[in-house]
T-cell receptor, first 112, second 114 residues
Framework: AAGVIQSPRHLIKEKRETATLKCYPIPRHDTVYWYQQGPGQDPQFLIS???????DKGSIPDRFSAQQFSDYHSELNMSSLELGDSALYFC???????????FGAGTRLSVL | QKEVEQNSGPLSVPEGAIASLNCTYS??????FFWYRQYSGKSPELIMS????GDKEDGRFTAQLNKASQYVSLLIRDSQPSDSATYLCAVNMVRETSGSRLTFGEGTQLTVNP
């Protein structure tokens, strides 16, 4: 069965650079979630979208923005990167809100 | 106090034993509860979901929910070395927004010794 696809899998950036992470949800899933997981920490919710509209917002820095497109894929844009942004970024998708969330393999971002 | 708390680890059990993982949550209105397994550097993988009080069994895994005590647990029977991973308790908390974010516990690292 198709799963959540994230790209790129690994990303290395310098401080103050920008990064764009992409997420393709499971087919027919209409809700996308973004989570950030620092080393040795649990995943922290950043933001979610339902039917292309932002549905919830968590601890996402103002330097980050995200959107969901007409084909339901989502992009997380990160600007003015800081060393502390180094983490695993997971995208998850579900069929409508409140249902089981399935996670992608993640993007490992390293900021040097 | 964290919104979701798990019993402190790491937890080490011999192969074939029962591993017991515990989780408490603070929001009494929470409706959905999940256990995810995460191998180091990999993504969380859903093991169990539970929505109503009582037990739910799936193969070697049993989830237990007690909403009155705000307590969720996961039992792993006949533990195998391949079960060695971090187990994350996740709660879908009731919020004013229409979203359904998961709030995770800090995870319990389980090691099953051959």
């Amino acid at each position: 069965a198709a799963g959540v696809i994230q790209s790129p899998r690994h990303l290395i950036k310098e401080k103050r650079e920008t990064a764009t992470l992409k997420c393709y949800p499971i087919p027919r899933h209409d809700t996308v979630y973004w989570y950030q997981q620092g080393p040795g920490q649990d995943p922290q919710f950043l933001i979610s979208f339902y039917e292309k509209m932002q549905s919830d917002k968590g601890s996402i820095p103002d330097r980050f923005s995200a959107q969901q497109f007409s084909d339901y894929h989502s992009e997380l844009n990160m600007s003015s990167l800081e060393l502390g942004d180094s983490a695993l970024y997971f995208c998850a998708s579900s069929l409508a809100t409140g249902n089981i969330q399935y996670f992608g393999a993640g993007t490992r971002l390293s900021v040097l | 106090q964290k919104e979701v708390e798990q019993n402190s680890g790491p937890l080490s059990v011999p192969e074939g034993a029962i591993a017991s993982l515990n989780c408490t949550y603070s929001d009494r209105g929470s409706q959905s509860f999940f256990w995810y397994r995460q191998y180091s550097g990999k993504s969380p993988e859903l093991i169990m979901s539970i929505y109503s009080n009582g037990d739910k069994e799936d193969g070697r895994f049993t989830a237990q929910l007690n909403k009155a005590s705000q307590y969720v647990s996961l039992l792993i029977r006949d533990s195998q070395p391949s079960d060695s991973a971090t187990y994350l308790c996740a709660v879908n908390m009731v919020r004013e927004t229409s979203g359904s974010r998961l709030t995770f516990g800090e995870g319990t690292q389980l090691t099953v010794n051959p």
